[in-house]
């Protein structure tokens, strides 16, 4: 089990998603939380080599507030339809652009990981692929005011009101919520040999 695998190390994960808090908490493993202070910006690199960049910044900013941590963990979601990344939408009416271009398409949901252990960094990414249904405006309105779409990337959420709209979808479920489990866990098993 995972847990056990993790016991015997000081775990922080370094996000302030109160989604992947709940993944790990689900896992039973034991971990403080570090917010970092990373800005995430798009810098041109292919998707996943972008979601692998940001974990590891974000794990490595955490690592000089927490020289204490045995392995840090960074994790980076992006949403990814017609070739643009859709970040957190900074406002209500770039939440309600991102689900209108959402709204009967697929797109793609790319999450990159990384596992930091004294200056060295193990990484990894997810994709998932996930079909809209078709939205009308007052579903997305409706939608927004619940407020969920503000702080997620894409602006919705696969494990709340946004479920909703969701038709379909190809790969990892917990990827969509921002941390891929299995991903995690083949990460893990494969590093802590070289811890």
């Known amino acids: 089990m995972l847990y056990k695998l993790l016991e015997p190390y000081k775990i922080v994960l370094a996000s302030a998603s109160p989604r992947r808090e709940y993944l790990l908490k689900m ?8 917010a970092s202070q990373i800005i995430e910006k798009a ?26 941590a045995d392995i840090i963990i ?30 009967g398409n697929t797109h793609e949901v ?6 930091y252990h004294q200056g060295k960094a193990y ?9 809209f249904a078709p939205l009308s405006e007052a579903e997305i309105q409706a939608y927004i005011a619940t407020g969920e779409p503000m702080d997620k990337a894409g602006a919705y959420g696969i494990q709340g009101h946004g479920s909703q709209f969701i038709q379909g979808i190809q790969g990892c479920y917990f990827n969509v919520m921002g941390f891929p489990i299995h991903r995690f866990y083949t990460l893990c098993r494969s590093t802590i040999k070289e811890l």
């Open 43 to 68: 810098n041109g690199e292919a998707v996943e080599k972008q979601v692998i960049s940001h974990a590891l910044h974000k794990a490595q900013s955490v690592a000089q507030l927490r020289p204490d």
């Open 110 to 115: 790319i999450t990159g990981i990384c596992l």
């Open 74 to 103: 960074g994790a980076d979601t992006i949403v990814h339809l017609d070739g643009e990344l859709l970040g957190k939408p900074e406002s209500v009416e770039k939440a309600r652009e991102y689900l209108r271009r959402l709204s």
């Open 27 to 34: 896992l039973n493993i034991r971990f403080e939380t570090q």
């Open 123 to 131: 990484s990894a990414s997810e994709r998932s692929v996930v079909t």
